[in-house]
C-alpha cells in the first residue's frame, strides 16, 4: 500500500508542476533555426523590408505578398551569396512563381533592400 500511496503523490505532484509551468510560462512558439539557410531566412522575415524595391520592372512583388511567398518557399545559394561584403551583405534567393524560377538579390542592412530580380534560365 505505501508504493501506491507515493505513486499517487508523485502523479499529483508532476500534474501540479506541469500546470505550474503552463500558467508561468504559457504556450510559446519555437522557432529552430539551426542551419545557415534557416538563420538567414529568419533574419529576413524579421527585418524591415525597403518596400520601394520590392517593385520591379519584370514582377512586383508587393502584390499578393510574392515577397513573403519567396521568403518562405525559396532557397538560398549560400554559395553564390556574399554574406560579408562590406557595408552589407549580399544573399542569392532562387525561388518560383507561377511556373517562373526567379533570381533575386537581397542586400542585408538594417533594413532588407530588392537589388536586382531577373529570371533563371539553366
Request: aromatic share 14%; charged share 25%.
Amino acid at each position: 500500500m505505501a508504493f501506491l500511496r507515493r505513486l499517487l503523490f508523485y502523479i499529483i505532484g508532476i500534474g501540479l508542476g506541469v500546470l505550474l509551468v503552463f500558467a508561468f510560462f504559457g504556450d510559446r512558439d519555437f522557432d529552430y533555426a539551426y542551419g545557415p539557410q534557416a538563420r538567414v531566412k529568419k533574419n529576413f522575415r524579421t527585418k524591415v523590408v525597403d518596400s520601394t524595391t520590392l517593385i520591379q520592372p519584370l514582377l512586383d512583388m508587393s502584390v499578393d505578398s510574392i515577397y513573403f511567398n519567396a521568403l518562405a518557399n525559396g532557397e538560398i545559394h549560400l554559395s553564390s551569396s556574399e554574406p560579408r561584403k562590406e557595408p552589407c551583405g549580399e544573399y542569392l534567393y532562387k525561388f518560383s512563381h507561377q511556373n517562373d524560377v526567379y533570381k533575386m538579390v537581397l542586400e542585408n542592412c538594417d533594413t532588407v533592400r530588392v537589388l536586382s530580380l531577373e529570371r533563371y534560365m539553366d
